[in-house]
């Protein structure tokens, strides 16, 4: 589990997808696979986690997500672009109600003045619909992940807060 995030709110996360039998898939760039690995520590969370994918390089997005080149070049990795286009391939990719993605700069290295260390997009992806948050952590490298996971899964509540029925 996220080594900083509530078990409360990985519980209620767990309890929502449950509630409303929401099926999920991940797809990662900074957080390495520590979303997927957070949510499948709970028990009976075969119920709603389908698959996750670790894309951490550029050739593993386009390879495995089918990431256009051409967006990457244009935008970068780390941006709303790519985050939209991750969180898209996976849901539609595995067939299930909600993708999530995060790519963003962990650090403590890789950082510039545009992007700087910290600097993380999350998509989330529906059938109807698909929203991008922006977040600039502050930690080291780990702290950064952790932020990232915990915001992912608030992002999670929330969506299927507002999905439900």
Excluded: W
Aim: aromatic content about 4%; overall charge neutral.
């Amino acid at each position: 589990m996220c080594s900083l995030v509530d078990i409360k709110l990985v519980n209620k996360v767990s309890d929502e997808l449950k509630k409303h039998q929401v099926t999920i898939a991940t797809a990662e760039s900074c957080t390495g696979g520590l979303l997927a690995h957070t949510l499948t520590n709970v028990s009976g969370s075969s119920e709603y986690f389908d698959q996750g994918v670790i894309c951490y390089s550029n050739i593993a997005k386009m390879e495995l997500l089918s990431i256009p080149e051409q967006l990457l070049t244009n935008y970068g990795a780390v941006s709303k672009q790519v985050a939209t286009a991750m969180a898209k391939a996976i849901q539609q990719r595995a067939q299930v109600d909600i993708g999530i993605a995060t790519t963003g700069i962990a650090g403590p290295t890789g950082g510039t003045k545009d992007k700087p260390v910290g600097l993380v997009f999350i998509g989330v992806s529906t059938k109807d619909t698909v929203v991008v948050k922006k977040f600039l952590f502050s930690g080291d490298r780990l702290t950064n992940k952790d932020s990232t996971c915990t915001a992912a899964l608030e992002f999670l509540l929330e969506t299927i807060s507002q999905n439900k029925g």
